[in-house]
């Protein structure tokens, strides 16, 4: 069925290094991808988002590239901030399989200034 | 308000009781989602509702629990004799639209079963 894999943390990073969080994907159709960030004390917030193959997402410095040769969708971003400390999730969402989300475990990212 | 609401924020019972959740969608959002959130895991699905119906309920983890939405708005998620494992933060979505649309999601209800 499908799945998503994501990289085990905690991720503790210094202010102005560059991010790297993992996720390859399972899926029998042709899904959309997601990661979505949870603050401290706050709801899932959707970061970005790709649709299809080769697209890429970006939102506030982040951004993950759909690819399908590599069932992949790693995030990135060049230069994380304090701000940036939370809870990153992959997710796919398959309409071969149905409506719900397919998330990973979450990884935990702490920028220390 | 205009995102997802959840009540209560907090819920502490005892095993054996009764709970409902309650989750408030986002205005005009036809699709409407529960996940259960165990500590240190993703979201994972139990029920989408589209509209009234429930079209999707594979992800219910037993009898024990059941939601509805019978105007189509506002959804309540039914816990019977609660069990210690079912502590969570129980997560509601809304979505304009089936699929492969981005999910609004809300703060959530943490569930403490004593």
């Known amino acids: 069925g499908d799945s998503v894999t994501q990289m085990e943390g905690p991720v503790t990073l210094s202010e102005e290094a560059f991010l790297t969080i993992n996720c390859t994907y399972t899926?029998?159709?042709?899904?959309?991808l997601f990661w979505y960030v949870q603050y401290p004390g706050e709801g899932l917030q959707l970061l970005l988002k790709?649709?299809?193959?080769?697209d890429k997402g970006s939102n506030k410095g982040f951004e993950a590239t759909y690819r399908k040769e590599t069932t992949s969708f790693h995030l990135e971003k060049g230069s994380v901030q304090v701000s940036d400390s939370a809870v990153y999730f992959c997710a796919l969402s398959d309409s071969d399989t149905g409506n719900q989300f397919y998330f990973g475990t979450g990884t935990s990212l702490t920028v220390i200034p | 308000g205009a995102g997802v609401s959840q009540t209560p924020s907090n819920k502490v019972t005892e095993k054996g009781k009764y709970v409902e959740l309650r989750c408030d969608p986002i205005?005009?959002?036809?699709?409407l989602y529960w996940y259960r959130q165990s500590l240190g895991q993703g979201p994972e699905f139990l029920i989408y509702f589209q509209g009234t119906g429930a079209a999707d309920d594979s992800g219910l983890p037993n009898d024990r629990f059941f939601a509805v939405r019978p105007e189509g708005s506002v959804s309540t998620l039914k816990i019977q004799r609660t069990e210690r494992g079912d502590s969570a933060v129980y997560l509601c979505?809304?979505?304009?639209?089936?699929?492969?649309?981005?999910?609004?999601f809300g703060p959530g209800t943490r569930l403490t079963v004593l």
């Open positions: 205005s005009g959002h036809t699709a």
């Open positions: 979505a809304s979505s304009s639209f089936r699929g492969n649309n981005e999910q609004f």
């Open positions: 790709a649709t299809k193959a080769d």
């Open positions: 899926a029998t159709g042709y899904p959309s």
